[in-house]
């Protein structure tokens, strides 16, 4: 039986996982799941959120409403869908729906939404290579992190996790990046704590693949404004970034300044108690350790390797036997090493926990080699073009 058929019985579940698993397989990134929230308030769950990249600077970000019902209500969800896009700030909108109406796909066509329909929902579901069991679901996922706040007596990891897929709907760039890069770390810490051959150990590993894709994902849609740039100044973009949460330090730095401003001019002793905020501001940001990840990231962010890591991390995470360190490709590896290094996690504890942790693969004969555009790494299996949709 297929992990996907696993899920609790629910149509729909299901077939977020099989649309996963195609887009994933078609060259996208694919997170479900994700949250929308406004005020605090539930408003719903993006079912896919997808990320392309198409040309060293070019970027593309989709989102997929997926429903398997049988009174789908397609024109509502296409008209809902629309909307979100346009509310979340996304490239394209799809949804998936089992009508067969021709006049549906042209209702969806002409306000710029892609109708998946019947038909091709009907291929996929078929389509035996995208029901082999190759990954856990995101329940299963999501019920162990259950399992574990409920024995810490908190909700620290759903929160955690919850926030960083939420992060790439609102503030995604340098922001998500900095949020995923303090989320890794939390996770790093958690696997190294939680013990070995433990649950925990492994939940949090797979955590921490994930927080470490949406870094990679970030940085990689923060690049491509610059990916002309020459070597140094891809690498003070993303020092100001990860310092000052934006890109354009100009532009990051200009609140600080009206507030400095606002301190020399109304406060008692002003120029001295500006001088020091100052003083202090710049210091507290020159003490983040910005430089192991900006030296690494610029030194590959001419090519697809940060794209590349963020899929190998994302499918690492959700992979049937959680992998361990060294069986990652060499390019994920060095990038989760510099977001360990950055952390202040040594990444022997990783190594070292990962080859005892519960559930874990252990790493094959060595194969230090990273596949380059358009080509399947490790944790891809290559298309079976024949059995594919």
């Known amino acids: 039986m297929s992990s996907v058929a696993k899920v609790s019985g629910a ?72 909307g979100l896009q346009s509310a979340v700030g996304v490239d394209s909108a799809i949804v998936a729906s089992p009508t067969k109406s ?3 796909r042209r209702f969806a066509k002409s306000i710029g939404v892609v109708l998946l329909d019947g038909d091709a929902i009907g291929k996929l579901t078929q389509s035996e290579t995208l029901r082999e069991e190759t990954h856990i679901p995101l329940e299963t996922l999501n019920a162990s992190i259950r399992t574990i706040d409920a024995g810490r007596r908190s909700v620290e990891w759903r929160t955690t996790f919850d ?72 690498r003070q973009v993303i020092l100001d970034g990860l310092r000052f949460g934006q890109a354009d330090q100009a532009a990051a730095l200009a609140g600080v300044k009206t507030a400095i401003a606002l301190t020399r001019q109304y406060a008692d002793n002003g120029n001295a108690v500006a001088k020091q905020i100052e003083t202090s501001f710049f210091a507290d940001a020159e003490r983040l350790p910005a430089e192991v ?17 963020a899929r190998e991390l994302e499918a690492a995470c959700f992979a ?19 977001v360990l290094d950055f952390n202040g996690i040594a990444r022997e504890k990783i190594a070292s926990l990962t080859l005892k942790a519960s559930g874990v693969q252990p790493a094959p004969p060595d194969k230090s080699t990273t596949p380059k555009e358009g080509e399947t790494g490790v944790l891809f299996p290559k298309r079976d073009e024949k059995n594919s949709a």
């Open 293 to 309: 990840i900006a030296d690494h990231v610029a030194k590959i962010s001419g090519k697809d390797t940060a794209f590349i890591v």
């Open 102 to 104: 021709q006049n549906m």
């Open 163 to 234: 926030r960083a897929r939420m992060s790439l709907i609102s503030g995604f760039g340098s922001q998500s990046a900095n949020f995923n890069l303090g989320a890794a770390g939390f996770f790093a810490e958690q696997a190294v704590t939680a013990g070995a051959r433990s649950e925990a150990a492994a939940t949090a590993l797979r955590l921490l693949y994930f927080t470490a894709a949406l870094v990679s994902i970030s940085l990689d849609f923060v690049m491509a404004d610059h990916a002309f740039r020459s070597h140094e100044e891809r």
């Open 320 to 338: 049937s036997a959680v992998h361990s360190f060294d069986v990652l490709p060499i390019d994920t590896k060095a990038f989760l090493g510099v």
């Open 11 to 82: 149509k729909g579940y299901a077939l977020e996982e099989i649309l996963k698993t195609y887009f994933a397989r078609s060259n996208y990134l694919a997170v479900h799941g994700i949250p929308y929230v406004i005020d605090g308030e539930d408003v719903t769950d993006i079912d896919l959120w997808l990320y392309e990249r198409p040309g060293a600077a070019t970027r593309r970000r989709l989102i997929v409403d997926i429903k398997n019902r049988k009174s789908p209500r397609t024109a509502e969800r296409i008209v809902w869908t629309k």
